[in-house]
């Protein structure tokens, strides 16, 4: 079991330790769809710190395995970041010049996508004692955010769904109230477990999930979601567009609300923040001018995808409810109720794939 505290305080990303060889990391990092790149040794002349096809992967925070360490392994670390974030003009395979103002975001996440190269020679530039030279392929992957969920109730279409995304390239917190709900999950060694041997790997909290599907037993639900909603938006790589989603579809349908509600407060909090910083700098930089701001603009980040399982008679009524206690139409018309897409059918599974392709239509389509 996750430890609450932590995931409210910290990032919610997943805190599993790193891997120390590559292709243990490129699994994970696939798995998880979390920004990497594969860097590999495709060239050597002379002494060299690593053999070719030698290989490493490098995140935005983070390695696994090595290319000898030292001034290379630095520079080859520092450029990986760059072009993660893009930074460099992977189109030039020499000299790796940072990108020129004013190219589009759409040329700029092509360049991100381009395998690119760079030659070091060891002794000259890098004062490394082995004296020989060699070239580095760079490989990123998952530059685009993954999919973010946070899924509160973990019942028969919840645990449904997650056997749907246990299979893609997403990151997923899900959640509930009741630590029996996560129990099939549990790693227990007894042939016939019996309640001492669940009490026991309750204590240990080791789950037969994948990594990026990562449970979380709580009492308070709600106060996952602005932490949630806030980690994800300091997120760079995030511009426009549904990379988040929040699903509610507990065993309550006055959580159900609250976590509704929640949502909707979050994410009016943060747009106010973010306009009141906009505000300042405009005002500090006299900015507004020509930006497409005229100091007036209401700037409104992307908005994370709020579905709750419903009826069409919970759905009137939630949404009667959040206009009478003063929430506008348009914030209103955020929330997706029912959820999925009506494909047919009520057995749990086919919920669960209405709901999976609501999502992946929304995110590939931002």
Known sequence: MSNAATFKTASLSSTVSAPTRWYDGLAEYQQRGVAHVLATVVAVNGSAPRALQSKMIITLDGFCDTLGGGSLEHDVTITARQ????ELNSGDAKDGKPLKQGKSEKAHAV???????????????????????????????NVTPPMSLLVFGAGHVAAALMTLLAELPCQVD?????????????????ENTTEADIGIARKQAIYQLPA??????????????????????????????TQQFILVMTHDHSLDF?????????????????NADVRNTERESNFAVGNGHNGNDHVVSAMPYLGCISSATKAKRFRDRLLQRGYSEEAVANLTMPIGIDI???????????IAAQVLQLYNQS
Not at 83 to 86: E, F, P, R, S, V
Not at 174 to 190: G, H, I, Q, V
Not at 216 to 239: L, M, Q, T
Not at 344 to 354: N, Q
């Open 258 to 274: 609250d976590l509704v509600r929640a949502t909707l407060d979050a994410c009016l909090d943060m747009d106010k923040g973010i």
């Open 111 to 141: 360049r991100r996508d381009a395998v690119y190269t760079k030659h070091y020679p060891l002794g000259a530039k890098l004062a490394q004692c082995c004296g020989g030279s060699v070239t580095v392929m760079f490989e990123c992957f």
């Open 212 to 241: 990026h599907i990562r449970p979380h037993i709580d009492e308070d639900p709600v106060d996952f979601v602005k932490p949630f909603i806030a980690s994800n938006r300091s997120n760079p790589s995030i511009k426009k567009g």
């Open 344 to 354: 047919g059918g009520k057995e749990p599974m086919a919920v669960a794939i209405s």
């Open 83 to 86: 072009l993660l974030k893009g």
């Open 174 to 190: 899900w959640l509930d109230s009741r630590a029996e709900m996560f129990d099939r999950y549990l790693k227990t060694d007894a």
